[in-house]
């Protein structure tokens, strides 16, 4: 039936006449203004700067305007090492996006720790306490790793449904848009880790040695 | 640039200008040899002001402040003891432990703005790891040593006695760790295995 349909839209497109739905309209519009929140962490904000400006242009994908405040962004690019000590303003900030919110986890240390991993006080993955909709490797990742991670995020835009069981969290009633902020206790975090953060379906992309 | 005395001239030059201390050279055999002055806690303030106000060192500037965590160690020797045995008595080789205990070491690198000259390398240490770990502060004759004492009294635990604000500084209040420490454990929900679902 959809591809039926699909066909028609051509058959229609080739004869002068465009037709699209609701829910490709709308995609369609979120997708090309993705604010992200001004907001830097260590060296990788340095590329993620670099991104913006004339060279790699963000500006081209509707992401030119960097929002100083999380009420106005709809983005949140975690750039850099996330300290233990700064986690829970990351996940304040998180918390304090309106939705529909997405996270891109950018660089080794903001998806896992990096090369810091093994030290006291790095946080091991921001993903740990926000749901992050897309993770960049690298070291710094350089701007085109950011620019492919932009560009698959609003791959992922356009691909959400606003209806059925696969819509996504902010659509659906009773899920949380806002994640519990981490406490600083005597040894670490508490708690380490939100297991909740991921919808049951995505499944849990890490274990805890207990 | 002057240039600076040797290790033995300035534990003569200190030992004489501040009554009842004690220096100890603790050599370093390495091509640097950047030999370093062990000084005894109770004295140190006084050496610190004698090294600055000294004419012919100035001794202005503290750049750096670090921590040294030596842990207790066990050595084990062999050692002949006469013994009876059966009414007769016999040499009988034992093996006796002893225990090192550890300490905990504050270094500081001293430079002369004025001079041009330096380093010189103070040392002092604790007398252990766990319960005495006082040592007295030396930020009222360096301002600069005062956030470099911070960071050591934050992750080596080291107490900076006459320090005018001690608190931790890289990690929060309520922290009880020292993560600088050699017996540091981080908590165990820090290792992660990927990529395996629950």
Known sequence: ?210 | MTALPTPEELKALIEAGVPGSRVTIVPNGSPSAQHSLLLDPAHAQAAAYFLRGHADLRLDYCSLVTGVDWPDTATTEKIKVKKLVDGVEQEVEETRKTQVPGYLEAVYHLFSMEKKHGPVILRLRTANRTGDTHLPSLTPVWRSAEFQEREAFDLYGIVFDGHPDLRRILMWEGFVDYPMRKDYVPPADDILVTGVNP
């Open chain 1, 1 to 210: 039936m959809a591809e039926d349909l699909k066909e028609l839209k051509i058959e229609l497109s080739k004869n002068g006449i465009f037709t699209t739905t609701l829910e490709e309209l709308y995609n369609w519009g979120r997708k090309n203004s993705v604010w992200p929140l001004t907001f830097g962490l260590a060296c990788c904000a340095i590329e993620m700067i670099a991104t913006t400006m004339a060279r790699y242009d963000l500006a081209r994908f509707g992401a030119e305007v960097f929002r100083p405040s999380p009420r106005q962004a709809d983005l949140i690019i975690v750039s850099g090492t996330v300290t233990k000590k700064m986690a829970p303003q990351v996940v304040r900030l998180y918390n304090q996006m309106p939705e529909p919110k997405y996270v891109i986890a950018m660089g080794a240390c903001a998806i896992s720790g990096g090369p810091f991993r093994d030290g006291y006080n790095v946080l091991k993955g921001i993903d740990r306490y926000i749901p992050v909709d897309v993770h960049i490797p690298g070291c710094p990742p350089r701007p085109e790793a950011l620019i492919h991670a932009f560009m698959t995020l609003q791959q992922k835009i356009e691909a959400q449904s606003l209806s059925g069981a696969s819509r996504p969290r902010h659509l659906r009633a009773g899920l949380p848009s806002e994640f519990p902020v981490p406490a600083f206790g005597e040894h670490g975090l508490e708690p380490a880790q939100n297991t909740e953060v991921f919808l049951a379906e995505q499944g849990n992309p890490l274990k805890v040695i207990q």
